[in-house]
């Protein structure tokens, strides 16, 4: 008879588990439907919406394939939805207050949704379907309560379709639409974020990558997820998750750790500081007659442009040691065989030479010498390129001074000198002291900003 007992609970215990094979269990066939047609396709949808939120009043039904899950716990209380498992051209999102939503509407599966007295609201694209929720008199979408969940999103009877992301790039996101599954390849968690777990605990967290030119991507965590404590990934590889927006930024959320497949090396480093020693100061100017018309010009003589990234000017005032100013040249290009003029006083340069210096920067900055400062043109690297003057000598009755007048480089010269070189210059000044010229300059026509003599 024992024996008996312990055969019936064995088979009893076998039979449970061919029928459920693990806790993720599908919807049972008999919950699926088979009488549902859609009468509405997702652009007619779209073009019923508009960006104040109204009730849907005509028996509509819309077909289409659900893409989130919130087995990970990164979704919650929404369900996204888009038109086709694969190339899809729509998407939705809507408000749910029903928890695991993916054992009833798991991915992949085919769902109709009856649109009637539900409410829609479309803002930039982005569709969203749920209750309405009132505040202070303003409507917004809520989540659909738990029952009236199964009376709007009925399951069809057809097999999961193995949904397929739409390949894409972070510069391409702007130009598809939301609520749909997509994948980007060649990402890589920022350098600042490695470490890091994919979020804080309890808080939302926006975790920032990018691909090899450095285009930047958003992924939305919760802090509540089954993955937030671990840690970002510090390699390369793809990211599959469902495209968002918030405000203008895209973002992704994926479905949990199996949408991120890194396992390629990082890409290399991206280069953006250069050197060079054919960038030098070709004009310094400080005119008798006015003194807003003072700049400083440098050229590059070498026959390709060079970008500026980190490079600096410095000035030393007087007999000074330590720096009294610097312009950050960062964000310039200075073209092959070209000038780069800067200016402390933009407008008054444009009135006086006809023409916008190529930068604009304050008074007291290095391009606003009184003709006996000293100059250094240092590259991103600390090195000084190019030098005028002597620090720690004021220039005044010395072979560097330009005060009231004008210094320019000499035509044959080509190159920086990080060593003051009197006989590669030209000066003239109020004084005529050290071999200068004593011949005072006056605006504009005894200087020749953005032409190398």
């Given at each position: 008879m024992?024996?008996?007992?312990?055969?019936?609970?064995?088979?009893?215990?076998?039979?449970?588990?061919?029928?459920?094979?693990?806790?993720?269990?599908?919807?049972?066939?008999?919950?699926?439907?088979?009488?549902?047609?859609?009468?509405?396709?997702?652009?007619?949808?779209?073009?019923?919406?508009?960006?104040?939120?109204?009730?849907?009043?005509?028996?509509?039904?819309?077909?289409?394939?659900?893409?989130?899950?919130?087995?990970?716990?990164?979704?919650?209380?929404?369900?996204?939805?888009?038109?086709?498992?694969?190339?899809?051209?729509?998407?939705?999102?809507?408000?749910?207050?029903?928890?695991?939503?993916?054992?009833?509407?798991?991915?992949?599966?085919?769902?109709?949704?009856?649109?009637?007295?539900?409410?829609?609201?479309?803002?930039?694209?982005?569709?969203?379907?749920?209750?309405?929720?009132?505040?202070?008199?303003?409507?917004?979408?809520?989540?659909?309560?738990?029952?009236?969940v199964f009376e709007h999103v009925l399951v069809a009877c057809d097999d999961l379709e193995n949904v397929e992301p739409l390949l894409t790039t972070i510069s391409a996101l702007d130009t598809l639409p939301l609520n749909i599954l997509v994948q980007l390849d060649g990402l890589e968690v920022v350098d600042e974020e490695l470490g890091e777990p994919f979020a804080i605990a309890t808080e939302e967290t926006e975790r920032h990558f990018q691909d090899c030119e450095e285009n930047e991507l958003l992924l939305l965590n919760s802090g509540y997820a089954d993955f937030q404590a671990e840690i970002l990934p510090d390699r390369n590889g793809s990211v599959t998750g469902v495209l968002v927006k918030d405000g203008k930024n895209p973002q992704l959320i994926i479905r949990g750790l199996e949408d991120?497949?890194?396992?390629?090396?990082?890409?290399?480093?991206?280069?953006?500081?250069?050197t060079s020693t054919q960038i030098f100061i070709s004009e310094l100017a400080d005119p008798d007659n006015n003194s807003g018309a003072r700049f400083v010009e440098l050229y590059n003589s070498a026959s390709e442009p060079l970008d500026l990234n980190k490079w600096t000017l410095r000035r030393y005032t007087n007999d000074g040691i330590e720096v009294s100013s610097t312009i950050d040249l960062s964000g310039l290009i200075i073209g092959a065989e070209s000038t780069l003029v800067i200016s402390p006083n933009a407008e008054e340069f444009q009135l006086v030479y006809g023409f916008a210096p190529d930068l604009g920067v304050s008074t007291n900055s290095p391009a606003d010498s009184n003709g006996d400062d000293n100059l250094e043109l240092v590259d991103p690297f600390g090195a000084i390129i190019d030098v005028f003057g002597i620090v720690g000598e004021d220039g005044s009755n010395t072979n560097h001074e330009f005060e009231d007048g004008r210094a320019i480089r000499n035509p044959n010269i080509l190159e920086g000198n990080p060593i003051y070189t009197f006989s590669e210059w030209t000066l003239f000044n109020d004084t005529g002291d050290a071999g200068t010229i004593k011949l005072p300059q006056n605006a504009p026509q005894d200087f020749t900003p953005g032409l190398r003599d």
């Amino acid at each position: 008879m024992k024996n008996l007992y312990l055969a019936i609970i064995s088979a009893l215990i076998l039979f449970a588990y061919a029928c459920v094979k693990s806790s993720d269990f599908d919807a049972p066939k008999e919950n699926c439907n088979t009488d549902l047609k859609a009468n509405i396709s997702f652009v007619e949808l779209d073009s019923l919406s508009t960006e104040e939120v109204v009730q849907i009043k005509d028996s509509l039904i819309l077909e289409g394939y659900v893409i989130s899950s919130d087995k990970a716990g990164n979704f919650f209380s929404t369900l996204f939805i888009q038109d086709k498992p694969s190339k899809p051209t729509y998407g939705l999102q809507l408000e749910v207050d029903i928890r695991k939503s993916h054992l009833v509407y798991p991915e992949g599966g085919k769902v109709f949704l009856k649109l009637k007295d539900l409410y829609m609201v479309n803002k930039e694209g982005n569709i969203r379907l749920g209750s309405a929720f009132s505040s202070f008199g303003n409507l917004s979408i809520g989540r659909l309560p738990n029952q009236k969940v199964f009376e709007h999103v009925l399951v069809a009877c057809d097999d999961l379709e193995n949904v397929e992301p739409l390949l894409t790039t972070i510069s391409a996101l702007d130009t598809l639409p939301l609520n749909i599954l997509v994948q980007l390849d060649g990402l890589e968690v920022v350098d600042e974020e490695l470490g890091e777990p994919f979020a804080i605990a309890t808080e939302e967290t926006e975790r920032h990558f990018q691909d090899c030119e450095e285009n930047e991507l958003l992924l939305l965590n919760s802090g509540y997820a089954d993955f937030q404590a671990e840690i970002l990934p510090d390699r390369n590889g793809s990211v599959t998750g469902v495209l968002v927006k918030d405000g203008k930024n895209p973002q992704l959320i994926i479905r949990g750790l199996e949408d991120i497949d890194f396992t390629n090396e990082r890409c290399p480093e991206i280069i953006t500081e250069f050197t060079s020693t054919q960038i030098f100061i070709s004009e310094l100017a400080d005119p008798d007659n006015n003194s807003g018309a003072r700049f400083v010009e440098l050229y590059n003589s070498a026959s390709e442009p060079l970008d500026l990234n980190k490079w600096t000017l410095r000035r030393y005032t007087n007999d000074g040691i330590e720096v009294s100013s610097t312009i950050d040249l960062s964000g310039l290009i200075i073209g092959a065989e070209s000038t780069l003029v800067i200016s402390p006083n933009a407008e008054e340069f444009q009135l006086v030479y006809g023409f916008a210096p190529d930068l604009g920067v304050s008074t007291n900055s290095p391009a606003d010498s009184n003709g006996d400062d000293n100059l250094e043109l240092v590259d991103p690297f600390g090195a000084i390129i190019d030098v005028f003057g002597i620090v720690g000598e004021d220039g005044s009755n010395t072979n560097h001074e330009f005060e009231d007048g004008r210094a320019i480089r000499n035509p044959n010269i080509l190159e920086g000198n990080p060593i003051y070189t009197f006989s590669e210059w030209t000066l003239f000044n109020d004084t005529g002291d050290a071999g200068t010229i004593k011949l005072p300059q006056n605006a504009p026509q005894d200087f020749t900003p953005g032409l190398r003599d």
